[in-house]
């Protein structure tokens, strides 16, 4: 049995930093009621890539869960909604804050119909503070957080991590918060709210830039692709194309010498310690790239490899989905969807004893696909009532 | 009381990915003991940034924990480590998959210990697959797992992500199935593995990126600091320094517009929906840079802010450590170290009702500081054999 295997969330999210986490929470278990709007649904279910008309960015990310259709600004929605409160243990949403309060669902009414309640928001800026009420998308929080003057090459714009970080982040703390509100439950009975920015989270994510800023006195800024303390530990250029070294130790550093023919490195004194490398960097990086460009990133990689100095080559997304190791770990799935057919995504990262390894995934559902399911086994609707919230277009 | 109030974590773990975890668990309420080895302790005790001596990188992720050196080496040592198994919830590792083994320590050994014992291990590859027991670091998990190939510029070389991106997802993914695992040991009883690999944690980011490459067939590439599909959606610069605005559909688009008084934009017939600004963004760049360049940052800002769209600069480090929401949100928080005083470090992004907010933590421990406190509490041990073990080299 999967941990969450008994935890109910319906989930009020649209998007990407919601729906992740909930996703998350799915793998170990829980069952997602989705809760969208009737007609147009989770905003993602109109971004591409498309097949068939299938968005590919909302199946990748609601793979498994359930829908039920549910207006939210209509009174026979909102009664049946807090009706669905009683039933389940935990709400995640991903509004602007104020949104919930606007609709009359905000956290103080819901944890009145169920004291049990897990309320858990992600939001760009958290439920406090000055700039809690403004929009925020992902690129607002990788720019106020600081990763973008981090990231790129010193004299370039500033760069955008390749994917949300900002809402991807955001997904994993907040998925972090509510295990640990139902592990707390479990001691006192009781819900709380769980408020996660993805301003904060970015924040969370700079690592030793915040005390480098306070040693130095001067501003962190874009390497490229090294490290900003270890050396050799970057991208170098094969014959034809690039591979990464990390060489994180005067031990690597000689086995690494060795392993591409290049002894006479070793005995320089300018390379003898890490720091005297990193102070070095650039006259290690000329030495090292006018071997390197000698082979290929197959053969460096298996010379390197075979000395014990860590390397890998930089893959393209094709190479990823066909990597023997991740392959092997069931980090590409497939998702039968009716329309879109076979769509290989993600898998769990997760690797527990409890969550067995699923190779093939139910699809995302179509808007309200489970509204019948829902509605009678959490609220006992019966057929008629449920076709006369069809006719009024509550669901 | 925090969520994890009675929960004890023995903290194996060096460097990244296991110490940041153990630091998400801690700001929780977990007690947290690292074992570290006589004399040299936690690897980042030697990795800069440096202030009086002490390394604020082993500060930064290590505030609040607890020390007790051990030689995992000795069998006196392993036999104080095996008792210890006996009185915690946790152990948390980042070794080399087969290294816990090599010592005797495996999990198949501490299970039998302690059949409650949660067992979690981050490391570059996994517990399994066939690159399973080689070195990584978090480069090559950023290169191999596909990021840097779709960050940076077009025609640059790849771009690392400016921070260890591979090791703290390892972490953050690592305490979402370590607290999994305790939420299920309160219906079973019984504890798990919990086994993250870096590698893994990259594949799980990749966005929308896998799928985009199966519907159109053409590797997914880095895109500076544009979004794939979404403009405007980017950063500009203005007459002083680089900024960011999200118009994240038309209606943004015509305040936008309107906003920075490009009115004439509006009714342009390769602007009129976002796939169409987004064929055509190389023409919106021009026309948009050709105004943003005229003021700065900041009058930028708050001019397309009062419009309603969301916008904000690109925060340097020191810009972040004073943001008002972000300082607000009580995410700059400060450690006293008794060698380099106070020191300002990132604070806990999970806010939850049942976490106070702690402004001033308590800093980093000294190797072995807590000897004492532990072998007398946890396993009764006298002064005279805390005194004998020490003479031994085993503390």
Chains 1, 2 share one sequence.
Not at 44 to 59: C, D, E, T, V
Request: proline share 5%; aromatic share 6%; glycine share 8%.
């Amino acid at each position: 049995m999967r941990p969450l295997e008994n935890i109910k969330i319906l989930d009020l999210t649209r998007v990407l930093a919601g729906p992740f986490c909930t996703m998350i929470l799915s793998d170990l278990g829980a069952e997602v009621i989705k809760i969208e709007m009737p007609g147009t649904g989770d905003d993602a279910r109109s971004f591409g890539p498309f097949k068939n008309g299938q968005s590919l960015y909302f199946l990748s990310i609601n793979r498994e869960k359930k829908s039920v259709s549910l207006n939210l600004k209509s009174a026979k929605g909102k009664s049946i909604f807090k009706k669905l409160i009683k039933k389940v243990d935990v709400i995640v949403e991903n509004y602007r804050p104020g949104t919930m309060e606007k609709l009359g669902l905000g956290y103080d009414v819901l944890k009145e119909i169920n004291p049990a309640l897990i309320y858990a928001a992600t939001s760009g800026y958290g439920h406090t503070g000055p700039k809690s009420t403004k929009a925020s998308y992902d690129i607002l929080a990788q720019a106020m957080g600081g990763i973008m003057s981090i990231t790129g090459w010193p004299g370039s714009p500033p760069t955008r991590v390749g994917m949300s970080l900002g809402d991807i982040t955001a997904s994993l703390y907040a998925a972090i918060g509510i295990l640990a509100a139902l592990y707390q439950r479990k001691a006192t009975g009781l819900g709380q709210k769980v408020d996660v920015a993805m301003l904060d989270c970015q924040v969370s994510l700079l690592e030793n830039a915040i005390t480098r800023y306070q040693v130095e006195g001067k501003l962190p800024e874009p390497l490229g692709n090294r490290h900003a303390g270890i050396t050799p530990f970057q991208a170098f250029r094969a014959s034809d194309g690039y591979f990464v070294i990390a060489a994180g130790n005067d031990s690597l550093w000689k086995k690494l010498c060795q392993a591409i023919g290049r002894e006479d490195l070793i005995a320089h004194e300018k390379f003898a310690t890490n720091p005297l490398r990193t102070q070095n960097i650039e006259i290690i990086e000329a030495e090292l790239q006018s071997t390197l460009g000698q082979k290929t990133v197959d053969e460096w990689v298996a010379i390197i490899d075979d000395a014990g100095v860590p390397t890998g080559p930089i893959n393209t997304i094709d190479r990823v989905m066909c990597d023997d190791q991740i392959i092997a770990r069931n980090m590409i799935v497939d998702v039968e969807d009716k329309r879109a057919g076979t769509i290989k995504i993600a898998g769990n990262p997760i690797k527990m004893d409890s969550v067995p390894e699923i190779p093939t995934r139910s699809a995302a559902p179509e808007i309200g696909e489970h509204n019948q399911e829902i509605l009678k086994s959490l609220l006992d609707l019966s057929d008629t009532e449920i076709a006369q919230l069809l006719n009024l277009g509550v669901i």
